[in-house]
Each structure stands twice: as structure tokens, then as C-alpha cells.
């Protein structure tokens, strides 16, 4: 099973980051938590790395389900999305949360996670992927 649901856009850096929110608002998902992989290790250990920013998206809803079902799965919530410069753009990496329901091994998660992942989706075609 891949772990990514991957797209690239031919944009920089900043708009595709707007690019990307807007993509997930549409669906439903808000943006709960933001890092800035690059500025981190930039101030903390003076190293050089491209854009690097990693988004924590979250689907109220979804996540209600997923959490009744299984109180445990805040571990793997929310939903990281990664935006990072590339040689041909700027690449989105989006976690498929497919994996909520391999790592749980909890069969009661499958809809959910089937609903979140075709979600997930439609932002990766909204994308251009």
C-alpha cells in the first residue's frame, strides 16, 4: 500500500500553498496545525532544505467518526499534507488515510477512512493530479 496520494504543481512555492488550502477547504477540511519544516532547522540547527511545509488538515466530521469508533486514532490524526519546493514546481504529498484503517486494523474504520481518502482525492484532481 502506498502512503501518499502525490500531485505536482507547476507553481511557486506560496501559491501553491494557497492553492492546496483552498483545494481542501472545498472539501471540507481546515488547516488545525502548520509547520515549517524549512524555517525549523533553519533556527534550531542552521540547516538548508527547500520550501518545506507540512499542514494538519482536519474534516470535523470524519474525524468525529473515526474518534468514536476508535478514541486511539488521535495518534494519526489530522491529516498531514506536504507542500515542498521541487525542480519542477512545487509537490503535494497528501496521507492516505487508508493507513488509519491498516495500522488500527480496526474493520470499522474502513468507511470512514473510504470517505476521507475519496476527499483526499478530489483536492489531488482540484490540483491538476
Do not use: W
Not at 8 to 31: M, S, W, Y
Not at 106 to 126: C, F, M, T, Y
Amino acid at each position: 500500500m502506498t502512503y501518499a496520494m502525490t500531485v505536482t504543481l507547476e507553481l511557486p512555492f506560496t501559491e501553491a500553498v494557497e492553492k492546496v488550502r483552498a483545494a481542501l477547504q472545498d472539501q471540507g477540511f481546515g488547516v488545525l496545525t502548520e509547520i515549517d519544516v524549512t524555517a525549523t532547522l533553519q533556527a534550531k540547527l542552521g540547516a538548508q532544505m527547500e520550501d518545506y511545509l507540512i499542514l494538519g488538515a482536519c474534516n470535523p466530521p470524519l474525524a468525529h467518526q473515526a474518534l468514536d469508533i476508535d478514541r486511539s486514532l488521535g495518534l494519526l490524526l489530522p491529516c498531514n499534507v506536504v507542500v515542498r519546493g521541487a525542480a519542477a514546481g512545487t509537490l503535494v504529498e497528501i496521507a492516505d488515510p487508508q493507513m488509519m484503517v491498516s495500522i488500527s486494523d480496526n474493520p470499522a474504520l474502513e468507511p470512514v477512512a473510504k470517505q476521507a481518502r475519496e476527499r483526499l482525492s478530489l483536492v489531488v484532481a482540484a490540483l491538476g493530479g
